[in-house]
């Protein structure tokens, strides 16, 4: 337990130091484009101008420490019930906040950190409360589900997002956050890691599921950081990777409490996701979700908030 708790930890500070650094490089290709007119006809950044945000050197140091985190978070998922690990990755947004405040020199209203106090205290919570993980052992038939269920939110996310353009950046966020979500789920069931199985591994459709919610979650995850101001958008990640991975765990991979800790559960849990969503809501800017020009002072830090 406590190997897994601390390799979620080391996941979130990956995901969430990568996240400055990715809306760095996304917000500077954002300006970029919006001089150049790279946008679609509804007012969002167009694959091109999406491709360029990749592109820039702060989006690619982000990226490398999401694939540190990815893999940190991998391993949490196959040590920790899933309520408990996806829960803790996502405080990546908590430790965002605190870097902005040593990188960028912002400080954080009583607000702020009040709601940062609810997450780390929601957290011990969860901490005591849960027990072992389940088995992780489902029919393959739960496993194509998965990927179904993965490559239509994916696709139709993405086709959906397009055509809603700038006031897109709540709904990119949620597909993000259920994309990552997913991810979590498919390293939890996937076949053939223990013991190895290389042909088990590659016949799996979860490992298949695991890049499509991967790879889907990112792009739309780049999108959402490109729009504009994170706002609800974070909120909404936030609430898709973490409510439904861990119902997931719950219902059906067996994941519990200890014996006589599950009020303490639920209560940690739905601290830990109300105070995340908090971090990002009062750290919003109030000028609505527009790209700041080069004058502009810096960002605020939770405009920074990502997965």
């Given amino acids: 337990m406590l190997i897994g708790l ?12 990568g996240s400055v650094l990715q809306a760095v490089g996304s917000r500077k290709s954002a300006r970029r484009e919006a001089a150049a007119d790279g946008l679609t006809q509804h007012g969002g950044p167009n694959l091109s101008s999406t491709a360029k945000a990749v592109m820039t050197w702060e ?3 982000g990226t490398i420490l999401d694939f540190v985190g990815f893999g940190l978070g991998a391993l949490a998922a196959r040590m920790l019930p899933l309520f408990l690990s996806q829960t803790v990755i996502s405080a990546n947004l908590v430790i965002t906040a605190v870097l902005s405040v040593k990188l960028l020199g ?18 011990v919570l969860l901490a005591t409360a849960a027990g072992p993980e389940g088995s992780g052992h489902t029919p393959l038939s739960t496993h194509w589900w998965l990927l179904a269920v993965s490559v239509l939110l994916m696709a139709g996310g993405t086709v959906l997002v397009r055509l809603l353009g ?17 991810l979590g789920v498919g390293v939890r069931i ?49 609430v898709g990777e973490t409510v439904l991975p861990g119902m997931v765990g719950v219902w059906w991979l067996g994941d519990a409490s200890r014996p006589g800790f599950a009020w303490p559960a ?4 739905a601290l830990a996701v109300a105070g995340a ?13 527009t790209v700041p020009d080069k004058a502009a002072p810096r960002p605020e830090p939770h405009e920074l908030l990502t997965r």
């Fill in 277 to 289: 969503v908090a971090v990002a809501w009062f750290g919003a800017p109030e000028g609505g979700e």
């Fill in 6 to 17: 601390l390799t979620a930890v080391a996941a979130s500070i990956c995901y969430g130091t």
């Fill in 106 to 123: 912002i400080t954080l209203t009583r607000r702020e950190w009040t709601s940062i106090g609810v997450v780390c205290s929601a957290l």
């Fill in 266 to 269: 639920v209560a940690g849990f």
């Fill in 166 to 182: 700038g006031r897109a950046a709540i709904f990119a966020g949620l597909l993000s956050g259920l994309g990552f979500g997913a």
């Fill in 190 to 238: 996937l076949n053939g890691i223990d013991p190895y199985d290389l042909g088990a591994l590659l016949s799996d459709p979860a490992l298949y599921a695991i890049l499509v919610a991967g790879t889907g979650g990112m792009y739309l995850h780049t999108v959402a950081l490109q729009i504009g101001s994170v706002n609800g958008a974070t909120a909404a990640l936030v």
């Fill in 59 to 61: 989006f690619i140091v």
